[in-house]
């Protein structure tokens, strides 16, 4: 048991790690780029980022289902606003991750304006890092009500 909350902190922190790095380190380093090497730079970055950080957020899935299960904590009402926040998660960064920022990206590179997809980029991603610190407080919460 103690492996499998090990597994799922890692994951947490990977996921909300990184999250952190690319809009708190990444993208406000890469503010006085040329558009064009901007994009590239973030979607190789954000591209490698992307397989560690979903394969991070299945396993901290996969690992929080089998705690909540195995550790009696379904009754928890912090239980269900974790899993109704993670599925948000999931809604709010796949469509960052496989929609907007692919799109986004390609604006850019065919020198067109991207404003409308910048935008929700940037929103999405914001809220998917707010709900990510509420999901941590939450699974705080379920083990320390």
Known sequence: MQFIVFLHVLAAIIWVGGSAFIAFALIPGLKGEDPATRSDLLRKTAGRFRVIGWAALLVAIG????????????????????????T?????SALHDWYIGPKLGALVRAGEDPGLYRKL???????SFVLALVIVYCGVRIVHP
Not at 88 to 92: E, G, M, R
Request: glycine letters at 14%; charged letters at 5%.
């Open 63 to 86: 690992t929080g289902v089998y705690l909540a299960v195995t550790g009696g904590h379904m009754k928890s009402p912090w239980i269900h606003a974790k899993m109704g926040l993670v």
């Open 88 to 92: 948000l998660l999931l809604v709010a």
């Open 121 to 127: 980029a940037m929103i999405l991603g914001q809220v």
